[in-house]
């Protein structure tokens, strides 16, 4: 059995690698600008609000669940610490508000899900649209400009050269990764993955890591609505809106099962690297985004159809030989 | 008649007829037939999506790609119409179900053949299937859709041709939900897919067809669309998806698979569409459609599981897994 895992884990390590390697030469090859250090360090700028919100995610798929109000609740927290900036409240408190709003938002959808029992998919895209709407009233469709220059520090500021969120990427990953490895609550998220009705008679409070796995993705996601906030000065509703699917995709590509219960954190950054790297390089080369939302269905579609004929052959082999 | 008041449809229905009601009281414009009309019309390309969804919903599934199918449809359609010689009434629509049946039938094939989880697969191909038209028209709109295309979406005799073709395809999907295997299937699949699988039903056939369908309908509804604007957007009816499943969980179709009816959809999706008018018409800024409906689903949804896991308790079950 151990071995069987090994032997999964590195196979798709392998494919993982393979596509980190070959979409870096390409990057390489097509533009010389790519590999500068300044180039690197924007690309892992860019790729921070999105990292950190799709190790939410990571987070949530791995009990099983799914959170498609992720992008929605990034927007409506912006726009609330947005507003609170703008009519001159301090930062600590504007931020203290958004969090409030993100905790809140991540117990409405834990509510629906642990004890009405509704579906994730289903739960998520209800407050999905409800958050989003929220969010419209708020900002009474508009978007919010002036934002104060002193919050311009978690978006644009650097420390020795490096992007502030960067860190703070690298910080909240370390922390989930310590997290799920290493307390009574990541073996939980793990196994409620694996079968969600064992865990509940071995005496694994579901319904509380449920609580626990929904606020975090919904406060990871107000911590990337707040950088990015900083990093453009403005507060936009659907601000994350068009970020929910390449989360998802980048959490699948870095090997978590869509269904729960395997995968992690550094799998799901270098999902992130990969496609901020396309990005990257289409932004580059002058490539229309258009071709980046092709892009990240297509990946979307292959990696998961690639994944499921890797695991179907496992299966027929394992079968044949019982 | 007891059957009747039994069923959830009647009680959605007196729920739209009090919302009438109440709307005309507060504005008497609002029973205006051009009003009325108007609603109904811009309803149509929705309720054509909601009729597919319904199917889709009944066997457990979903499909948030529809209206990115819609738009693939109606965005080739408009360039089609405008600048092929062979382009006329016929070939159009047979050109709409063609587009139709091939983005239904990649979703049907990749769900069915790899049993994927079809939310992730229709995330990914709306995203590719909007992608394409993206790139290709670069975002812009395309104006001037010829004249013999737009009045195949005006009013004659005070009938409005979209709602003429709305009913045909709600008669339709309704028969064939009742009438036919394909149809009992749907629910079977939905109701207990162990069982429909010990009975004989094939199951992979079965979510190939119903996503196909659904797809078939998408690509008549940007036939509509089309019809209906004049022009067409590549970039618009972002967030339909939604509006449809809203419709059909309204109308009582269980969005964990097994039961839901074409009637109650069609009331769910008048419903919408009286919600979106009544907000106009009651001066709210539309940014609150959103909330709106939001909430809707949340509330109806939320109803729906807590009645339904009421009935389960009710029920003595011997849990064989």
Known sequence: MKEKLKNKFTLHEIVLAGAFLLIFLIGTFSNENFLSLRNILSLFQQMSEMGIMAMGLTLVILTGGMDLSAGTTMGLCAVCSGLCLTKGMGVGISLLVSVGVAVLCGIINSILVAIIRIPPMIATLGTQMFFLGVALVLSQGNSISGIPESFYFLGQDKVLEMPLQMILLFILAAFLIIMLRRTMTGQHIYA????????????????????????????????AGNIQVSRVATARADMGSAFLMTCISAVVLGGTSINGGSGGIAGTIVGILIFAMIGNIMNLVGISSFWQQLATGSILVLVVVFNRVIEMQKYKVKSRKV | MKKILEKRETGVFLILVLLCFGLSLYSPSFLSYTNIKNVLVNSVPVGIMATGMTLVLITAGIDVSVASQMMFSATWLAIFSQSSPLANPATVLILALLLGAVTGAINGLLIACFSIPPII??????????????????????????????????TYFNIPLPIIYAIVIFVLTAWILKHTYFGRSVYAVGGNENAARYVGVDIKKTIFLTYFYAGLLCGFAGFVLDAILGNCQPSGSNGWEMNAIAAAVIGGTNILGGSGTIVGTVIGVVMMGVIENGLVVAHIPTYWQKLVYGLIIIVTVTFDVIRRNYADSQKQTIDVD
């Open chain 2, 121 to 154: 697969i229709t995330l990914g191909t709306a995203s590719i299937y909007r992608g394409i038209i993206l790139v290709y028209t670069n975002g812009r709109w395309i104006m001037n859709i010829p004249k013999w295309f737009t009045s195949l979406g005006k």
């Open chain 1, 192 to 223: 409620m993955g694996n079968n969600m009705k064992a865990s509940l008679f071995s005496g694994i409070r579901t319904t509380r890591v449920l609580f626990f796995t929904y606020i975090v993705c919904s406060v990871m996601c107000c911590i």
